[in-house]
């Protein structure tokens, strides 16, 4: 049995967003996620933390459809998801940012922000015909550039911007598709103190902006962790091993065995 289990126990079934019921994924004989249970609630910030190579990207490819389970089931707002395509997913309400830059570098930062919008707007497949000035895309995409901080570098091109604003873009293209769960893969990665902290305060403006929208974060950096976390999930060698409020998962011992980055 996954090691986790009583830390979810209390989980109200009407509180999870986000549900994974017995999810593995082997590659080959090599079994990568092994038996995970684990519940996000609607609203919160929650961190996934591990060692390397403990399984947590493995894990966001499972939720978002990049990779399909080898068995178990995921469920998004109710629904069964485990084996539904990437952009179904998207289309069904989850947002996903990745450790490398997925932007199209050489148009505009508002154009970027338009491409996010446009499903959730009523294109579809066919965003690529002319499109009205000033139209429900061009709104909805200069909204969220507002509330990422980034509508004063909207007409410059987004592989011009800082690493720190590239990152905060990537987030701002998931909340133009309407997308309410989004998981962030370690956003602040590679970024100094100063830059950290600027996604740190992006990242609760975004949170209270709307009690609704749930983040859930891979980050190694504690700071990060300890500053943003509702709840903490650790991850080791595919085992979700603790799974609580910061203080409970800083005193469990099991965590302090296992995972020497946290601090006591």
Known sequence: MNAATPSNSSDHAEDAVLRLTAIRKAFGATEIIRGVDWSIH????????????????????LISG???????????????ITKHSASRISRAGLGRSFQTNNLFDRLSVFENARMGALRAVGYGPSFWRRLPRGGAADR???????????????????????????????????LAGGQQ???????????????????????????????????????HDMDVVFELADRISVLVYGEIIACGDPASVRADARV????????Q
């Not at 990049?66 to 069964?80: C, E, M, N, Q, V």
């Open 66 to 80: 990049r990779y399909t389970a080898s068995s178990g089931t995921i469920r998004l707002h109710g629904k069964d």
């Open 140 to 174: 909805r995409a200069l909204g969220v550039l507002e509330e990422v901080g980034l509508l004063e570098h909207c007409h410059q091109p987004a592989g011009l911007l800082p690493y720190a604003d590239q990152r905060a873009l990537e987030i701002a293209l998931a």
């Open 42 to 61: 609607r609203g919160e910030c929650h961190v996934l933390i591990g060692p390397n190579g403990a399984g947590k990207s493995t894990l966001f490819h």
């Open 181 to 219: 769960v989004l998981l962030l893969d370690e956003p602040t990665a590679g970024m100094n103190r100063e830059e950290t902290h600027r996604i740190i305060r992006m990242l609760r403006r975004l949170r209270d902006a709307d009690p609704n929208r749930t983040i859930v974060i891979i980050e």
């Open 256 to 263: 302090q065995t296992a995972y020497v980055g946290i601090p």
